[in-house]
Every structure is written in C-alpha cells, then in structure tokens.
C-alpha cells in the first residue's frame, strides 16, 4: 500500500467526495478519477489535469500538464478546491467504431486549410493596398543613427546581461531537489510526518482503496502544512527600531542602486543624443535646426530686460531667483545644477556684486557663452573654467561704478551640457546685515531693494537658500522672503551644508521642523536638504556629488527619518525646481502675451494719431538714413570743379596771410632809401616767412576750406528736404569727423620747396601777369584802404552829414581822437616819408599840444590812433603808385633807368600772386587725391562710434516721435517673440 502526501488545506467535503468516488470504483472497476486543480498562484488558464488511472502497478498516480504533458514528480491541489468526479469508460467496441467513424467526418482541418489559404489572399490584397496609402519616410534615415549604433547599443544590452543579471537557471541551482527535501522531512519527522505537516489537533484526510484479490489498493493522505508562525515563535522577534533601520538600509541601497543604474543608462542616451545632434549639425546645409524652447525664452527675457514702458506692462514671466544670505551657498546650489563650478569665490567676501542670468539647456557639449560675445568656454577643461571665472569677476568689477559695491546691471550667460534641466536662474548678491569699511553707505539697502525688485514679479520662482550650519535666528533672508510671498506658492526652500549641521549643530527636531516649515516664520512649496561641497574650492562637480551621494547613504538624519529621499540630493532639487519653473510658464506665457498684444495696438493707434504720414523708424533706423545723407553729402565734394577749389583756396589763404604780409614785411620794407634795399629786405623777409610760417598755414588754410565747403553741402542739402531731427547728429559727426581729420604730414614739405622758389622768381615774363598783378595789388590795397578807413571813421565818429541827417552825437573819446587825428595829420604831412611808428619826441610833442587843446590823452591813446592814420596814408600812396606803375612794364623790362618810376611794389605783389596761385594748385591736387578720401574714412569711422555708443546715439536722435518709434519697435519684437514661444510650447504639449 503507497501513501501520497497532498500538502494543503481541506474541507470536510473532501472526504466525502473520496467516498464515493471508491464505491464507484469498487462497483465499476473501471472508473478513471480526474482531479481538475487550479493553483492559487497560477492564472486560470495555466490549469493541471491530473489522472489517476488504473495501470498494471496496484498504486501508480499520474500527473500531467495540459501544456507540457510532461510527467510531473507530485499533485498539485488548490488550497480551496478539490473536485473528484468518476466518468464510466464504453466498453462497447461498436460505440468505439462508431465514434471513430465520425471523428473521421467531422474533422475541420480541411476546411480550416482552405478558409486559410483564401483569407490568406484577401489580406495580402488589403496589406498591399494600404502600403500605397503610407507616406514615404525615407526623410527620417538622415535623423536616425545608422544601422551600426542599434548593433552598438545591442552589445551594450547583453553587456550589461552578463555583468547585471544572473545567469540562466540561477533559481533551479539555487533551490533545493526533492531529495533533498525528502531527506530532510525524513531527517526532522524522525520517519513521523505529521509532525511536520500537523498542527495541533487538525484532522488528517485519507483516501484509501483497498484492492481485494481482483484489484489494488491506493491510499492518499491528505494532510495540511505546519503553519509559519508555530516556526517563528522558536526565533526572537527584532524590535520595531531594527526594522525600521534595516528597511531604510535596504530602500537607501535600492535608490543608490536604482540611481547610479539611471545615470548610466542617461550617459549612453547622452551619447546617442550627441551623435544625433552632430549628425544633425553635419547635415545643417539641407535642413536647418530650429532653437530650444529654452533659447527661444531666454531671448524673450532678454528682451524684456531692457523694456521701459509708458504703459505699465510690467514682465511677469517666470524665473528661478535664487536668494539667500551672504556666503549661504547660493552660487554653489546654482553651480551644482549647471553641473560647473562657473563663479568665482572667495572666503566669506562678497563675490556676487550684479544679477547674474544664467539660462540651462541640454546640449551634446558642455560649454558656457556669454550673451554679447561669441567665445564658447568648454566647461571640461579647468583652464576654461578658470577663464571664464576671471570674465565673470571682470564683468561684475566694470559694472560697478565708483564709490558703489552693488550693481543691478544684468550678466547674462548660457550654459549647454548634456542631462542639464531646462531652466532660467538669476543669481542675486547675497543678504547682509552690516555693512563694512570698504562697502558704500547704501549697500545692504540696495541689495534689499534689488532683491524685492525681483521677487515682486507674481510668476519668479523664489529658490530661498538657508545655511543650515548656522542659527535659524540668524536668518535675514526668511524675512524678506516671507514679505514678498507669505502664502509660500511660490517659494522653494533649500538648506545647504546639511553636513556641517549634523557634526556640530546637530538637532534632529530642529532639523526636521525646518524641512516641514514649522521653524522659519514662511511658507513654501517644497523643501529641500543639500550637501554643495567639503569646504574645498578646488573640488569638481563630480567629487561634490560624490561626496553628498556618500554622506546621504550614512546620514543618520536619514536613518533616524528626519531627511525623505525625495528631499535630498541637488539633483532631486533641480528636478523639483526645473518640474515648477515650466509649469509656471505654461501658466503665465500667454496671458504676458495678450498684454503686450493690447500694449502693441495702443501705440499704434497714438503714433497714427501724432505722425499721420510719417514712417515708423526707431532710432537705429533713423541713424542709418542719416548715415546715407552724410555720406552723400561727402561724395558731392568730388563735385566741386578745380577752379571752385583752387579759387575757394586762393582767397582763403589772402585773407590769412595778407596782414602778415603787410605788418611784417611791406610796410617795412617800404621804409628803404632805394629799390636795392627795398628788393634786399624783401627778399630776406619772404625767405624766413616762407621757411618757418607759410607752409603751416598754408595746410591751416586747406583744412578750413575743405571744412566749409563740407558744411556748405550739407546745409544746401538742408535746404531741400530738412528734417530737424539729424541737426544734431549732423553737427555732431562733422565736429568730430574735423577735429580727427589730420593733413598729411607730407604736405608742408612739399609746401615749402614750391613757395620757396616762386618767391624768389622777381621776373615779369609779360605784360598780361604785370597787369593781373597791378590789379591783385590795387584790388588788396583798396581792401586794406576801406578797412582803415572804417576804423578811423569809428574812431572820431560821425562826421557833420551824419550828425545833421541822422541826428548822431560825438562822445567824449570820439571828440578826443578827432582832436588827435588833426594833430597827427599835421605831422604826417610835414615829412614825405614817415616811419610806421611814432618817435618819443614826436609823441611828447604831440600830446603837449593837446593838452593846449583842452585834450588830455595818454600816449597809448595817441598811437591807437596814430596806427590807423599811417596806414590810411600810406595804403593812399600805395594805390597811386600802383596806378602810376600800369604802363611801366616796359621800364620794368629796361630795369626803369632814366624812367622815374619805382615800381619794385608791383613786383612783390606779383611774387606773391604767383605762390598763391601755386600753393592752392597744390592745396587743390591735396584734397582731390588725398584728404577727401581721408575725411570720407573719418566720418565714417565716427558714424560707426556713434552707432556703437548708445547713450551717444540716443542723445543725438531724441525726441517723441524717435521715443516712440523706439517703443514700438521694441513692443513688436518681444510679442513676436512670445507668439513664436506660445506656439513652439503648444506643440511641444502636443
């Protein structure tokens, strides 16, 4: 007789069943008894037939899988179920025929295998149909890797299948064999197994089937396990406390586990993306990459950040301000999530002294820009890294003024690299409560009021950063922050150095109401627990977050449940805050854009109503047309015919020179016995002038010309279509342009060799230049004559006509100097020749007989006086020799013996007419060649100085109708630029 053990529970219905089911066997003697059993842990379909049949052997049981039909080694019984049912075999063998018969005609296979072949066609008429109907995607191939990074990527995965997973049939070793087990049971039951399945005084059903002389006999026992707690009550319960550990033990090993697995796998998508993104900028020629939607709203902020508007549509689009106390760790959080140590620092000074905008995107390579410059600082090599602290600190020491510490001018930057969170940061300096010696006065004010500024935005997200190493009363930046948002919707709170706080200052429960914002009196969405360093400056990104990884795993904050893993680590922070900032702009874009759409049509309808038929030009575009006008005006110089230039020239430079020539040399020289000593001191005279002055002001002479013949074009061009508004900057860029022009160095040079010897030629060649040089020399005399004679007139007052038609008066000085005219005529027509100036006895005399007169003068009010007679006198016999000397050519030619004249005055005068005549050739040849070109280059290197300098070009190009124009422009840009984000981030939702 064989027992078969069946583990489980049963009910009293079971031992029923087996009841009747051995009757009907020992009535039949062929009965097959089928058990259908399901498995509590198996589904429904996975179901176990198992046979016990009648075989030659008395107790043989068989069991076999539907699926497998493989012999199993025990029965499976459900804990709940057992069904024994008895089926009668047909011993008749013609019902067997018959069956068989039938089977034989109603089996489907045929027809299964024509519906098949048929249904088999019609599909493949569908499929090939619908094929035509998909569109070609053969575009996707210059996008998608190539066929040798999926075999890459499959090499990785059975890599990681070897080194991560457990080899195949790890379980089956692992597990005990039925012998085993079997042994054991034998082994611990001492041959008794219902020591081991029993439990107390439950019941033990049997199913037995007693073989008489004509069959066998088969028992079945039917005992249940013994259950597991009787087995646990031998080993000693751990404490909740030890539970509680080792539960956190395992689920801190699990996440570390589970991170470092994220971080490797997001390292090989990194790759893939790189490659993807290379792939795509090689292929940049035939398709164009369109901007990150974080790039797209990092200009409009730009954009926003410069806009002043009359309107009060303020910016509320949203933004990560990172605020805190000085020295609490706010550059490092943000150094930690752009995953580069990109500011400089230093040992509890003030490091952060303007706004820094830092915008993060993702990117194949990790690397730093700056908004206005076009440098890339790779951030993997510490000499970038350091470059680009040292242009942080330059940046910040040049925005701050004199005699100030703080700055609110922005330094904007981008930072790309791969797994970095899309955000925008503003890094504001840091809260202080004193103020130092070398800080300005305004200092912790300013930083205040530079803080609130930004906070004041209902949209900016507030990263609030608490050092966690101090005193919680000692907190500035709580305050402020409960201020600004006191329901805490905004707000993010962060402690930092959570290391230093549990070696010296450890609290669990002060920490812990911190973290559940029972402590600080603010509210906040979420809280945080970072670790941003080990008090090394030099320490990379990777070692930080190493070393946080390492101190969280240990922590007993951790294990003492004071810290969620959900609020540790950077990383979890920049999740949390990337996850917060992108809601908020998805909240706030597009009612900052329906704001600035109503802005945009209220100074439309206003600059239609001002300037009806006026063009909208902003201030750049009003620059440039003034540009165009300019260098216009420049190009019409060529213009100007040889003649007009050598005439504008002649005249300046006789205008320049000619009092020169008579104080200094004429007049002396007219002073000789004879002709040799008049020729000798003229030609000493003219030799000096002509080494030392006349070159020099000779070029004087060009540059004034060229001067006004630029203004005289530019006013006629005024005079035609003007538009007061560039008169500024007209006025500006010729000033300018003037003071830098230089002549070339050269020119007195040449200059001087060609005055030299056209004075030193004394020859007449013909009676054409002896009559054009009387004419120059009467023409400049009678100038010179009315002159004199104006200021005499103005000297002594109206005559006897003037005072009796116009009712004028004589004054007391006038009366004086006609007084003293009279006396001075006397002596100028008592001697033929008289010398320029006034011996001192002829002014002791003169002044004497004044005084007989009633006149008192001193003796500087008689040359005054004296100074313009002789020149009237003499500039009187000048001309009559002048016109003495028009026939006196040919005595010229015979070298006037026995002729009576002396006409050595017309010869200077055609000396001189004649250098005129060859310096404005050459000032002529100067400026046509030479200088027009380099004042062209002048105006324009100062036009693109002023374009450049825009406090410069704004004071130039002012007004309401450019302030508005500027307005508008600037409206336009920035809801182009929000319309573009709103449906960039609408398909992105898509």
């Not at 039951?189 to 049997?206: A, C, K, N, P, Y």
């Not at 904050?557 to 680590?569: A, D, H, I, N, Y």
Request: proline residues 3%.
């Amino acid at each position: 007789m064989m027992h078969r053990v069946v583990p489980g529970v049963f009910g009293p219905k079971c031992q029923q069943c087996l009841q009747k089911s051995v009757k009907a066997y020992h009535s039949t003697k062929n009965i097959r008894i089928n058990a259908l059993i399901s498995h509590h842990s198996l589904s429904r379909q996975d179901l176990y037939i198992c046979r016990l049949l009648r075989l030659p052997h008395p107790s043989s049981i068989q069991c076999m899988s539907r699926y497998s039909m493989l012999r199993l080694p025990k029965t499976i019984y459900n804990k709940n179920r057992l069904a024994v049912y008895g089926i009668p075999f047909l011993r008749s063998a013609s019902h067997l025929r018959l069956l068989a018969t039938v089977s034989r005609f109603l089996r489907l296979r045929y027809l299964v295998l024509g519906t098949t072949v048929g249904g088999g066609v019609a599909l493949n008429k569908t499929y090939e149909s619908w094929k035509d109907r998909i569109p070609d995607l053969g575009w996707l191939k210059e996008f998608l890797p190539d066929r040798k990074y999926f075999t890459q990527f499959g090499e990785r995965m059975k890599a990681y299948r070897s080194n991560y997973l457990p080899e195949k049939g790890w379980l089956k070793n692992k597990l005990p064999s039925w012998k085993t087990i079997s042994d054991w049971l034998d082994e611990v039951s001492e041959g008794d197994s219902s020591t081991v399945f029993g439990d107390g005084g439950d019941s033990m059903w049997t199913l037995g089937l007693h073989e008489t002389e004509a069959g066998s006999t088969v028992t079945m026992h039917v005992l249940p396990f013994k259950s597991e707690a009787s087995q646990e009550d031998t080993q000693p319960k751990p404490s909740d406390k030890q539970r509680l550990e080792q539960i956190q033990d395992e689920m801190l090993k699990v996440q570390i586990t589970y991170q470092k697995e994220v971080e490797r796998l997001e390292k090989e998508n990194r790759e893939l993306r790189k490659q993807l993104l290379l792939r795509g900028q090689k292929n940049a020629k035939k398709r164009t990459m369109r901007k990150s939607l974080i790039d797209m709203y990092s200009e409009v902020l730009d954009e926003l950040a410069d806009y002043d508007s009359s309107y009060n549509t303020q910016d509320h689009l949203p933004r990560v301000i990172v605020v805190g106390d000085q020295s609490s760790g706010k550059t490092s959080v943000l150094e930690m999530v752009a995953q580069a140590r990109i500011f400089p620092r230093g040992s509890g000074e003030m490091m952060t002294r303007s706004p820094v905008k830092v915008t993060l995107s993702e990117g194949p390579y990790h690397i730093a820009q700056f908004k206005d410059s076009n440098r890339e600082f790779d951030l993997t090599k510490d000499t970038e890294l350091a470059a680009l602290r040292k242009e942080v600190e330059v940046r910040m020491k040049s925005s701050v003024g004199d005699a100030k510490t703080v700055s609110s001018d922005v330094i904007s930057m981008t930072v790309k690299g791969p797994g970095i969170q899309r955000m925008v940061l503003v890094d504001l300096p840091g809260i202080i409560s004193t103020e130092t010696t070398g800080m300005a006065t305004n200092t912790r004010d300013s930083i205040q009021r530079m803080c609130k500024t930004y906070m004041e935005n209902p949209n900016a997200i507030i990263l609030c950063i608490q050092d966690g190493s101090l005193d919680a009363e000692r907190s500035n930046v709580t305050d402020l922050v409960s201020q600004m948002d006191p329901q805490g919707k905004r707000t993010i709170f962060v402690l930092t150095k959570v290391d230093l706080a549990e070696s010296s200052l450890y609290n669990p429960d002060r920490i812990k109401q911190i973290l559940e914002g029972k402590l600080f009196p603010m509210k906040a969405l979420g809280y945080f627990a970072v670790v941003t360093g080990k008090g090394n400056t030099n320490d990379s990104i990777h070692t930080i977050k190493e070393f946080e990884e390492n101190f969280f795993r240990s922590s007993k904050l951790f294990r003492e449940g004071v810290l969620k893993p959900s609020q540790m680590t950077t990383r979890n922070l920049s999740m949390a805050v990337s996850e917060c900032f992108w809601k908020m702009v998805k909240e706030s874009v597009e009612q900052q854009a329906d704001a600035f759409k109503a802005t945009r049509f209220n100074l439309e309808t206003e600059w239609k109503n001002i300037f009806p038929r006026l063009r909208e030009l902003d201030r750049d575009e009003l620059f440039e047309k003034a540009r165009g006008e300019i260098l216009d005006e420049v190009i019409n110089l060529s213009q100007v015919t040889p003649q007009q230039w050598e005439e504008a020239f002649s005249k300046k430079l006789w205008d320049k020179m000619s009092t020169h020539v008579f104080e200094n040399i004429y007049l002396p020289a007219s002073q000789a016995e004879d002709a040799g000593t008049f020729n000798t001191t003229i030609d000493i005279r003219l030799k000096h002038w002509a080494d030392q002055q006349l070159p020099r002001k000779c070029v004087e002479v060009g540059w004034d010309t060229l001067q006004e013949e630029f203004v005289k074009f530019v006013e006629n061009n005024n005079n035609k279509d003007h538009d007061p508004i560039f008169d500024n900057l007209k006025d500006s860029v010729i000033c300018e342009s003037m003071t830098k022009h230089k002549w070339d160095e050269k020119a007195e040079d040449s200059l001087r060799v060609i005055q030299i010897n056209a004075l030193e030629d004394r020859s007449v060649s013909d009676k054409q230049q002896w009559d054009q040089a009387i004419q120059f020399m009467e023409t400049t005399l009678k100038d010179k004559l009315k002159q004199a004679e104006s200021a005499l007139r103005s000297m002594v007052g109206p005559g006897t006509r003037e005072q009796w038609l116009y009712w004028q008066y004589k004054s007391l000085e006038q009366k004086n100097r006609a007084a003293t005219k009279t006396e001075l005529e006397r002596l100028l027509q008592s001697k033929n020749k008289h010398k320029p100036t006034l011996q001192f006895d002829e002014l002791t005399t003169a002044r004497k007989n004044l005084q007989t007169q009633g006149v008192e003068v001193d003796s500087e009010f008689i040359r005054e006086t004296w100074y313009q007679l002789y020149r009237q006198d003499f500039f009187k016999k000048a001309l009559q020799t002048a016109q003495e000397c028009r026939k006196g050519f040919y005595h010229y030619q015979g070298g006037f013996t026995n002729s009576g004249l002396e006409c050595n005055d017309v010869v200077l005068f055609w000396r001189l007419q004649k250098m005129l005549q060859i310096t404005s050739n050459a000032l002529r040849q100067q400026v046509m060649n030479n200088e027009a070109r380099r004042l062209e280059r002048n105006i324009k290197d100062v036009l693109e100085d002023i374009s450049d300098d825009k406090q410069t070009m704004q004071r130039l190009l002012t007004g309401k109708r450019v302030l508005l124009a500027e307005e508008l422009k600037r409206v336009r840009q920035i809801q182009e630029k929000l319309e573009e984000f709103v449906q960039a981030l609408n398909k992105e939702k898509q």
